[in-house]
């Protein structure tokens, strides 16, 4: 079993659940495994310490992917406690040993997460290597990643406000999302090129795309205040500036 099929990110606690009890009954590899995930679902949770905890009490044993996923961990806790500086060191040395082992997936997650802790400067090509990675990769998890790094570059992109180039990496990433990803991943991929529309100038074609979302949320019984946000945005006639 994959990590992947017992997480639910918009609920750490019962993820955290699944995975103790999935550790409790694991044996070999995964019995390692598991319990790196405990650690994430209580970072998420912000139980800094108590994922800590955890994470002290394991050992790789000789596995190259509980190595990753303990480097990768302990990194996650650092910057999502607000020390990405000393984040840094343990992504760089998941992604190192990711790639000797062969762990493609591991191997451009650590790259994401690298990318996500450079200095602001650096962070486009970080961004770029990782997406290299993910397209030449063989594992479909690894690459899967492109989409949300596209997404990534194109909000690097929009920070320095070279909104051309952000339009051109969301675009990307729609596609790449239509290749794997699902239906709430793929309207948040059409918000972004519809946000950078709207930044554009293309406000026609920005209110178009959000009109569409909100009807594709409302047949299925949903409704994202973002979307709601930029449609009165849009209509207000009061445009922001970029």
């Known amino acids: ?33 598991w319990p790196t995930q405990v650690a994430r679902a209580l970072g998420l949770q912000e139980r800094y310490d108590d994922a800590h905890a955890v994470i002290d009490d394991l050992s790789p044993d000789g596995s190259p992917e509980v190595a990753v996923r303990l480097l990768l ?16 060191p343990f992504f ?16 451009v997650d650590a ?15 970080a961004n770029h290597a990782a997406l290299a990675h993910a397209t030449a990769a063989e594992d479909p998890r690894a690459q899967r990643w492109a989409a949300s790094l596209l997404n990534n570059i194109g909000m690097r992109h929009a920070d320095i406000g ?14 790449a999302r239509q290749a794997t990803g699902k239906p709430s991943e793929l309207r ?4 972004m090129v519809a946000w950078a529309l709207r930044n554009l100038g293309s406000t026609d074609s920005a209110l178009e795309i959000q009109r569409r979302l909100k009807a594709e949320l409302e047949s299925v019984g ?21």
């Open 188 to 191: 948040i991929a059409w918000w």
């Open 162 to 175: 070279d909104w051309g180039a952000a339009l051109a990496a969301f675009e990307d990433a729609v596609e």
């Open 92 to 107: 760089e040395e998941a992604a190192a040993t990711a790639e000797r082992a062969g762990l493609e997936e591991l191997h």
């Open 73 to 88: 961990e302990q990194g996650r806790l650092y910057r999502s406690s607000g020390d990405p500086d000393h984040a840094r």
């Open 1 to 33: 079993m994959h990590p992947s099929e017992l997480w639910d990110f918009d609920d750490p606690g019962g993820s955290e659940q699944r995975f103790r009890d999935s550790a409790s009954a694991a044996e070999g590899e995964q019995r390692g495994i």
């Open 222 to 242: 949903e409704e994202d205040p973002y979307v709601d946000e930029e449609i009165e945005i849009l209509t207000s006639g009061d445009t922001p500036d970029p």
């Open 111 to 125: 790259l994401h997460m690298v990318a996500l802790v450079v200095p602001p400067e650096e962070q486009l090509a």
